[in-house]
């Protein structure tokens, strides 16, 4: 594999990464309280909303390192699965009428980021190797 290839994996998991965590920070500091009406329309419990957490601060933060880059990136297309099917529902088969792009195109396009990086691995710049990057 070349410098670019590796190169291209690094900056796939920053991006993702830093994005996401962005969405992890501000949950952070506002709580995830509100998920639970979304939860408990699906009969879940309140407290998985605590998972969101993993999802969008530790896994962004093991992306951006390099770290079990792979199951990071397979925790993030959970999430963004969840936040499509819990909060988003009503969007998924819309189009924005703000500049026409699709209802859930951000969390798609993370979903699929992630099992990108779930399937490529993490390249060459990472902290650590295992079974998991």
């Known amino acids: 594999m070349n410098n670019r290839e590796d190169l291209g994996k690094l900056l796939l998991?920053?991006?993702?990464?830093g994005i996401l965590l962005f969405h992890g920070i501000f949950k952070l500091t506002h709580g995830v309280a509100w998920m639970a009406q979304p939860l408990g329309h699906f009969g879940l419990p309140?407290?998985?909303a605590y998972g969101t957490y993993v999802a969008e601060?530790?896994?962004p933060v093991?992306?951006?390192?390099?770290?079990?880059a792979r199951l990071a990136a397979?925790?993030?297309?959970?999430d963004m699965l969840m936040a499509?099917?819990?909060?988003?529902?009503?969007?998924?088969?819309t189009v924005n009428p703000a500049g026409g792009g699709w209802g859930v195109e951000?969390?798609?396009?993370?979903l699929l980021?992630?099992?990108?990086?779930?399937?490529?691995?993490?390249?060459?710049?990472?902290?650590a190797k295992g079974v998991w990057d």
């Open 13 to 17: 998991r920053v991006a993702l990464g």
């Open 74 to 78: 397979l925790v993030i297309v959970f």
């Open 84 to 93: 499509m099917v819990l909060v988003l529902r009503p969007r998924i088969l």
């Open 62 to 68: 093991l992306l951006i390192v390099g770290l079990k």
């Open 113 to 127: 980021t992630a099992l990108s990086v779930f399937l490529i691995g993490s390249g060459r710049y990472r902290v």
């Open 46 to 48: 309140a407290f998985l």
């Open 106 to 110: 951000l969390e798609a396009l993370l």
């Open 57 to 59: 601060v530790l896994a």
